[in-house]
Nanobody
Framework: QVHLIESGGGLVQAGSSLRLSCAAS????????MGWFRQAPGKEREFVAA????????YYPDSVKGRFTISKDDANNTLYLQMNSLKPEDTAVYYC?????????????????WGQGTQVTVSS
């Protein structure tokens, strides 16, 4: 199994930046891709970004493309999400996820392991 722990969330002003981290432990060797999702109260979980572990291919929805960047640190088994130009609509709990099957996906059901989330709140 893989354990994922998110950190870096907080309360920020619109237009500012945050960098989220996801520390992975356990059977991270089996991960083929990782991603970030977010969920606001009363709304469905939304895909934010994904990265292939082997070749660093990335995938973003239009809502965050150009503002958010997903990356990884192999030495520390850590996934990052750099969030710039934050907007109030970015407010949500952000979750780190990992999948064991090759290929990037925006579907939550395709991911095998999940963290507990970190709250991001953007004020106007």
């Amino acid at each position: 199994q893989v354990h994922l722990i998110e950190s870096g969330g907080g309360l920020v002003q619109a237009g500012s930046s945050l960098r989220l981290s996801c520390a992975a432990s356990g059977r991270s060797i089996s991960s083929r891709a990782m991603g970030w999702f977010r969920q606001a109260p009363g709304k469905e979980r939304e895909f934010v970004a994904a990265i292939a572990w082997a070749n660093l291919a990335t995938y973003y929805p239009d809502s965050v493309k150009g503002r958010f960047t997903i990356s990884k640190d192999d030495a520390n088994n850590t996934l990052y999400l750099q969030m710039n130009s934050l907007k109030p609509e970015d407010t949500a709990v952000y979750y780190c996820a990992a999948r064991q099957v090759e290929g990037l996906s925006r579907r939550a059901i395709d991911y095998d392991y999940w963290g507990q989330g970190t709250q991001v709140t953007v004020s106007s």
